[in-house]
């Protein structure tokens, strides 16, 4: 496609935020009457190039042109007029105001402030755009997916010319994503440039023109949709050519064949009202299995409503071959049921309580805060796992927060190991922390599962889910789409499996 037809182009451009650098020498082209996916895992620069974009972070070098001309955005109502607009995946408007006043707000100049005349410039857009709203409806009675659409109609009325749409549709039903997408069709064909960023491969195959691949914050490179097979997309976003290291795995012909024995946890068609499709799962004594797939496909999710972090809507829990009702964590950690969360900063630490403190707390609210610990107790239970995982730590009185990401994380595995759980799930325990103790925390796993526990491991690492895992259960846009064992446990198997539709 010719200059001619380009929009936006993005050159060079690099964020540095202390210790990191976010984005490095990153190119992005948009065309006029282009969808454009931008794809990357967790910490690929996604919305660090989005924010550069449309002012809410400035950029550290490089140059961003619309139409061919350079261009200076320093803030969000900059992008604004340079005819950047972006809907968040968190609706930003005003529920408590009509659909043309959320439409007009900030904006009456242009159209005076004649209700009448307001109300019917509303319902001429929401006309041609085919949203099935009313424009003196109070926005709150709309669905999320008409609220978002709405949010997409203002942002045309404003002629813009590339229009952002950051997860739009993480929180739709099928239906409704369908809808959304007839509205992005008929924009394309108006010419607005769109930038869909999604974790739904599906999604990304049906509606999209162009990929863009990030990986940790350089640019992996752009393709037509036509010449990037799915299984290519996968491999390009997780840095894993096919083939390109012999695939470990971990030789288990015990625990891949479980004969007659009863599981120690199993869900018949769990389903939570996070939007995950209805699931089943089990566990043996002694094994460590795994969720795997793409960020966004559903993996913390399964684990969550298993552990009753997420409220279930439908399905049947067996601890032991009797069936429980979980209906919040304390119902599952009484049934022998420990759960490391995915984000230790928000649902792990309690940052101002000491490193004793943090190790008994699982303990505790299962023995019930009217019956606390003697002091000495606490001590000798901090003492022994501070010891056996090797926490570095100056003493059992340091406040938690003042320990290191690896140490940090060491004393919430002591908390669950402290519970003695049957059974333990363990959300992305290495994120984040170093190599060594990513290696420690690898071992320990196979070790608890040498002593009849048994693990749930969750990594967005392929290579580590197959030094630890004997069986994987491979998530993709929400649903359950394969279960590996054995010989199937490759890293090309996985993929392909993440990838589905081109094997």
């Excluded at 009313?134 to 109609?153: D, K, N, R, Y």
């Amino acid at each position: 496609m010719g200059n001619e037809n380009v929009v936006l182009k993005m050159r060079g451009i690099c964020k540095y935020f202390p210790g990191v650098k976010a984005l490095q020498n990153v190119d992005f082209t948009l065309r006029k009457g282009e969808i454009h996916a931008l794809m990357g895992e967790n910490g690929a620069g996604k919305s660090t190039l989005i924010k550069v974009l449309t002012g809410v972070y400035p950029k550290d070098d490089g140059q961003i042109f619309i139409d061919d001309k350079a261009v200076v955005i320093r803030s969000p109502q900059e992008a604004q007029n340079s005819g950047i607009s972006t809907v968040y995946q968190e609706i930003t408007l005003c529920p408590n105001l009509t659909v043309a006043e959320n439409m007009y707000i900030g904006r009456e100049k242009g159209i005076g402030v004649s209700w009448g005349k307001m109300n019917a410039s509303a319902k001429k857009l929401l006309d041609s755009l085919e949203i099935p709203a009313v424009p003196t409806q109070q926005l709150g009675s709309c669905s999320i997916a008409v609220q978002q659409m709405v949010a997409i109609a203002r942002a045309v009325d404003m002629e813009c010319k590339v229009l952002i749409l950051d997860e739009p549709t993480s929180s739709l039903d099928e239906q409704e994503v369908q809808k959304l997408f007839k509205l992005m069709r008929e924009l394309r064909e108006k010419g607005v440039g769109i930038i869909f960023v999604t974790h739904f491969l599906e999604q990304v195959y049906e509606v999209c023109d162009t990929i863009t691949v990030l990986r940790d914050g350089q640019l992996v490179g752009e393709y037509p949709i036509a010449e990037l097979p799915r299984v290519q997309l996968v491999s390009k976003m997780l840095g894993k050519e096919l083939d390109d290291l012999s695939d470990i795995k971990r030789h288990d012909e015990e625990a891949a064949s479980h004969g007659d024995k009863v599981a120690v946890l199993e869900v018949k068609q769990l389903k939570s009202t996070t939007g995950v499709a209805p699931f089943d799962f089990e566990i043996f004594e002694g094994e460590v299995n795994g969720f795997t797939g793409l960020l966004g496909s559903g993996r913390s999710e399964c684990v969550r409503a298993i552990f009753g972090a997420d409220k279930t809507s439908g399905g049947e829990v067996y601890i032991g071959g009797k069936k429980f009702k979980i209906n919040k964590p304390l119902d599952a950690m009484k049934h022998g049921v420990g759960y490391l969360a995915e984000d230790r900063k928000r649902d792990g630490i309690i940052g101002d309580l000491s490193v004793r403190d943090n190790i008994i707390l699982a303990l505790q609210v299962m023995n019930g805060f009217f019956r606390p610990f003697s002091r000495a107790k606490a001590e000798a239970f901090a003492d022994e796992y501070i010891k056996l995982l090797q926490i570095k730590t100056a003493s059992t009185n340091t406040p938690i927060k003042a320990l290191s990401g690896g140490n940090q994380q060491k004393v919430i595995l002591a908390r669950w190991l402290l519970t003695n759980p049957l059974y333990l799930i363990l959300d992305e325990p290495t994120r984040g922390i170093d190599v060594g103790t990513k290696v420690e925390i690898q071992k320990l796993v196979l070790r608890l599962a040498e002593e009849g526990k048994s693990v749930t491991f969750i990594s967005s690492e392929i290579d580590e889910m197959l030094r630890t895992c004997s069986r994987l259960i491979v998530m993709r846009d929400r649903k359950v789409v394969g279960e590996l064992t054995g010989d199937e446990l490759t890293q090309n198997h996985i993929m392909a499996t993440i990838a589905g539709g081109d094997k």
